[in-house]
């Protein structure tokens, strides 16, 4: 366990599994304050660790709702030297929201190197909530969520995002080992143009990228391409995608 009140965790030999930069209560603005937990995965693994868990515990007793700006990330280094936090390594941003005590944001599959999205909430306590007070909500939230993601009955982001292109679109890319483009038939129904998109090849195609032309959907794992002014995309790891929907939009 790492946190504001036990900045450190070690293994029995001594080693540093995690460190806490603190526990920061002012943020004056514009420039805010960040806090981090460094964690170095090989020496969790060695110590038993299997999984991660990102918590974001409410203890002022302000809602996340009602902060102007705040969000938490993940960094991802592979380079042992350098400053601690860097935020141009930082691969996911989310915004904080909701009224919860409690935000549960992810888990860190440290011996399969994967990433369990859960972005849940409990309902913890109005302040006052720590990583010892929400252990029980963690416990069971978790390992639930994940079985339930795990068991194949809810749609990918991907599945999701084929369903609005093939309602949608005339003509859809699917990236992959390559980039492969589909282009609706004339009377060819959504449900037909989806089946053909999950079920067949479809022919090689270069990506169209550039900032001129129509505006376009796009559902990308990472945003490295330039799209149109007025385009909507959702971007897993953002990258050069500067104000993309979120996850929850795709559903809306």
């Known amino acids: 366990m790492c946190s504001y009140y036990q900045l450190t965790c070690d293994d029995p030999a001594g080693r540093r599994i995690a460190t806490s930069a603190g526990d920061l209560r002012s943020a004056p603005f514009p420039d805010g304050a960040s806090e ?13 660790f299997r999984y991660a868990v990102m918590v974001v515990d409410n203890y002022a007793g302000l809602a996340f709702a009602q902060l102007e700006r705040g969000f938490a990330g993940l960094m991802v280094r592979d380079d042992p030297g350098g400053d601690h936090f860097d935020a141009r390594t930082v691969e996911l941003k989310l915004d904080l929201h909701g009224d919860n005590g409690v935000f549960l944001p992810l888990v860190l599959d440290l011996r399969e190197g994967t990433l369990h999205w859960l972005d849940v909430h409990a309902t913890g306590e109005l302040e006052f909530n720590n990583v010892a007070s929400s252990e029980g909500d963690i416990s069971r939230i978790c390992p639930q969520t994940m079985a339930y993601f795990a068991a194949g009955s809810r749609l990918s982001i991907f599945d999701l995002a084929l369903l609005h292109a093939a309602a949608r679109a005339r003509r859809v890319y699917v990236r992959g080992d390559d980039t492969r483009v589909y282009v609706r038939g004339d009377g060819e129904s959504a449900a037909g143009f989806l089946a053909r998109i999950t079920t067949t090849p479809g ?3 270069a990506l169209p990228v550039g900032a001129d032309g129509p505006p376009v959907f796009a559902a990308l794992l990472r945003g490295d391409v330039d799209l149109p002014a007025g385009s909507t995309c959702y971007a897993l790891f953002r990258q050069r995608i500067t104000n993309p929907i979120a996850a929850a939009d795709l559903l809306a």
């Open 203 to 205: 022919e090689p195609a």
């Open 36 to 48: 981090l937990v460094d964690i170095d995965r090989e020496v969790a693994l060695a110590a038993g």
